[in-house]
């Protein structure tokens, strides 16, 4: 139990386009989906906390209009990277965090998905 | 504001040897702590978490971790390591209510034959 999915798994786009993630929690409901980015060799470091049905809330430094989050149900959380730059190449890794029973304390993490801007 | 501090970037040991993987926490109030492994392009996975019961905790793959409230320490430890257990670790900090998960850098495990 307890898992969440991403897709796509990789990807790469040109310069000044557009990209779509998209994170799922397969077997449970998650309230909070959280959004990752970590970069070679280095720790993950919170974008961004979506809530479903709400805005979400930015990490001081992260432009939400850039990195646009979508959480329309509780099962699907969506991360856009807006007119994405080569500097925006990373792992992205979202995880989410249950509304109920043992999934309430614990965020389960997406395999991750490997953006690469050329 | 919560940090976690996780001593040594490497660690080297040899299969069957035991394993141990530090991490100290600091939190203005009770924390929940986490210990995630993650292998190569992959997301996290789950190794164990203490919530305020017992502090020994148990977690998958034979890893387990002590909660030291006295030296702010949540140590990973494992009495005999696979070369299946090359990874990188990390230890999290939350504090109740789980909104946020404060990562440490992360150690990098290598077993040897």
């Known amino acids: 139990g307890a898992v969440v999915s991403q897709h796509p798994s990789r990807v790469i786009c040109k310069s000044g386009t557009s990209v779509k993630i998209e994170c799922r929690s397969l077997d449970f409901q998650a309230t909070t989906m959280f959004w990752y980015r970590q970069f070679p060799k280095q720790s993950l470091m919170l974008m961004a906390t979506s809530n479903e049905g709400s805005k979400a809330t930015y990490e001081q430094g992260v432009e939400k209009d850039k990195f646009l989050i979508n959480h329309a149900s509780l099962t699907l959380s969506t991360l856009t990277v807006t007119s994405a730059h080569p500097e925006d190449s990373s792992f992205y890794i979202c995880?989410?965090?249950?509304?109920?029973?043992?999934?309430?304390?614990?965020?389960?993490f997406g395999p991750g998905t490997r953006l690469t801007v050329l | 504001a919560q940090s976690v501090t996780q001593l040594g970037s490497h660690v080297s040991v040899s299969e069957g040897a035991l394993v141990l993987l530090r991490c100290n926490y600091s939190s203005s109030v009770p924390p929940y702590l986490f210990w995630y492994v993650q292998y190569p392009n992959q997301g996290l996975q789950l190794l164990l978490k203490y919530t305020s019961a017992a502090t020994l905790v148990k977690g998958i793959n034979g890893f387990e971790a002590e909660f030291k409230k006295s030296e702010t320490s949540f140590h990973l430890t494992k009495p005999s390591a696979h070369m299946s257990d090359a990874a990188e670790y990390f230890c999290?900090?939350?504090?109740?209510?789980?909104?946020?998960?404060?990562f440490g850098t992360g150690t990098r495990l290598l077993v040897s034959p």
């Open positions: 995880s989410a965090r249950g509304l109920a029973g043992r999934n309430t304390d614990t965020q389960y």
């Open positions: 999290a900090v939350s504090e109740e209510g789980f909104q946020k998960l404060v």
